[in-house]
């Protein structure tokens, strides 16, 4: 079975722009969930979602969003990128979402905001 | 609010060594423990996933415990070799009756060099 994809690996942007980065679940998995990681931060929690619904949100500004689509593959978007935002952004995907289900991550992609 | 810290912050050790690596979380309502590893730049790779009415977990060379009510859980590395060299983390899933969908409260990790 293919694990969790993400696309691009590496990203480079500057501030102002807006990017979107992509990730595909393993097969029959419906649950993605998104994480930033920065070394001052750690790992954060973004949002999840399943069946093209957010279910659950952390505490991050309006402007990162995201969508899932009927395939269950998933989208973030960051607007107005700021120099903070340079992080590696990781997804995960379970097959329900629950606490109990095991989440396994991508490989990540490498945004830097210049 | 949930918080999870992991000691040390780094270890360096020759190869061979047995060592231990600690995890401690605030809010004792989890449902698991995962430890992941990660090297530079990568994602993560799941290790063990112990649940929360578990004790300990196997695989290999490593073994990982839980004690809930204490808030602690350690991961043993036996005959530690430089290919395991990583960043260790920890992480909790919530016990919040359902709703806490997909989020899991990760630690800062534990950077582990193993020199030959």
């Known amino acids: 079975k293919a694990g969790v994809t993400q696309t691009p690996r590496y990203l480079i942007k500057t501030r102002g722009q807006q990017v979107t980065l992509s990730c595909s679940p393993i097969?029959?998995?419906?649950?993605v969930s998104w994480y930033q990681q920065t070394p001052g931060q750690g790992l954060q929690f973004l949002f999840e979602y399943f069946s093209e619904t957010q279910r659950n949100k952390g505490n991050f500004p309006g402007r990162f969003s995201g969508r899932q689509f009927s395939n269950s593959r998933s989208e973030m978007n960051v607007s107005t990128l700021e120099l903070g935002d340079s992080a590696l952004y990781l997804c995960?995907?379970?097959?329900?979402?629950?606490?109990?289900?095991?989440?396994?991550f991508g490989p990540g992609t490498r945004l830097t905001v210049l | 609010k949930q918080e999870v810290t992991q000691i040390p912050a780094a270890l360096s050790v020759p190869e061979g060594e047995n060592l231990v690596l600690n995890c401690s979380f605030t809010d004792s309502a989890i449902y698991n423990l995962q430890w992941f590893r990660q090297d530079p730049g990568k994602g993560l790779t799941s290790l063990l996933l112990?649940?929360?009415?578990?004790r300990e977990q196997t695989s290999g060379r490593l073994n990982a415990s839980l004690d809930k009510s204490s808030g602690r859980s350690t991961l043993y590395i036996a005959a530690s070799q430089p290919g395991d060299s990583a960043t260790y983390l920890c992480a909790v899933a919530p016990n919040a009756g359902g709703t806490s969908y997909g989020k899991l409260t990760f630690g800062q990790g534990t950077i582990l060099t193993v020199h030959p």
């Open positions: 995960a995907s379970s097959t329900q979402g629950y606490s109990y289900n095991e989440q396994f």
């Open positions: 097969s029959g998995h419906r649950s």
């Open positions: 112990i649940q929360s009415s578990q």
